[in-house]
């Protein structure tokens, strides 16, 4: 039986804008402009449920028209959602200059103060968001042996790490799942991805594992482990791969015994670095890929 996995995350309407000319402050500029479902919690479900497995978003949606959308859009993956209702539905617009380099401007609906115990019960593995985590209620104490935890990175201001690592902990994730910007965040320093993957690993007492332009870094139980991205064509739209990695990465460590030895933790990265090169080469953080089950 596959392992059901329970994501605690957002969903969020994804607004692309890519202008045709550079901003000018008063000025109208022409752009193409495009609407989506996005949001960590909804690309991992997403892609999770593509992959087969049972999954489980607890996020928050407003009963508007955006709010609709992520219902419908989730419901046509098989992810079931459980709404903690909002006023309104966040929302993120991704910004995108000439060479594809982005700027978020994010609208979210805090999380936190809606969860409850009977969320958390039960759950083969747990996956949550870290920006769950900045919300000042945002700590999820550990349930002693019963979920997998794994913890998804995100953008940390310098003060709001210290904080952010207090609840980390709290959670006692088995997994840690971050990018290298995220993870010198962390460590506060601007080392090689073999040694961010270790400082994170230090601090959260946990597999941890960080992607960066090249590939990935990984450490475990004092082992490292490295792949290198193959290459498969210019990126399209960056938004969501990093998502689709994480996705891909549970999925394949969820299907073997706990823990992984360190080649099994390197196949999966593959495995999850082919998808999320293929996520970009696609329009959309949800945008369907050849192989992904389906339409």
Do not use: K
Not at 52 to 57: A, E, K, Q, T
């Amino acid at each position: 039986m596959a392992t059901a996995i329970t994501v605690i995350g957002d969903a969020l309407l994804d607004v692309h804008v890519v202008p045709a000319q550079p901003p000018r402050p008063g000025g109208d500029v022409p752009a193409e402009v495009r609407l989506e479902p996005g949001g960590q919690g909804a690309n991992v479900s997403i892609r999770l449920a593509r992959r087969g497995l049972p999954v489980r978003l607890v996020c928050a949606l407003g009963p508007d028209a955006a709010g609709n959308v992520l219902r419908e859009r989730l419901a046509a993956d098989g992810v079931e959602v459980v709404d903690l209702a909002a006023s309104a539905t966040g929302a993120v617009v991704v910004l995108l200059d000439a060479s594809r380099e982005r700027t978020m401007l994010s609208q979210r609906v805090p999380l936190a103060m809606g969860l409850r115990p009977e969320l958390l019960a039960e759950v083969g593995w747990l996956v949550v968001s870290g920006y769950l985590l900045l919300e000042r209620a945002g700590g999820i104490s550990s349930s002693g042996d019963s979920p997998r935890r794994v913890l998804l990175g995100c953008s940390l201001a310098s003060t709001e790490v210290a904080g952010w690592l207090e609840a980390a902990l709290a959670l006692q994730p088995h997994l840690a799942v971050l990018n290298a910007a995220e993870a010198r965040a962390i460590c506060g320093a601007d080392s090689p991805p073999p040694a961010l993957a270790r400082g994170v690993a230090d601090r959260l007492a946990a597999i941890a594992v960080v992607t960066h332009p090249g590939g990935a870094a990984a450490s475990l139980n004092g082992l490292s482990a490295e792949i290198s991205a193959t290459s498969g064509g210019p990126a399209v739209d960056a938004t969501g791969a990093g998502d689709a990695f994480s996705a891909r990465l549970i999925a394949d460590l969820s299907e073997s015994d706990w823990p992984p030895d360190a080649g099994r933790l390197e196949r999966a990265m593959a495995s999850a670095a082919d998808l999320a090169a293929a996520v970009a080469r696609v329009p959309g953080a949800q945008g369907r890929v050849l192989g992904e089950g389906p339409a």
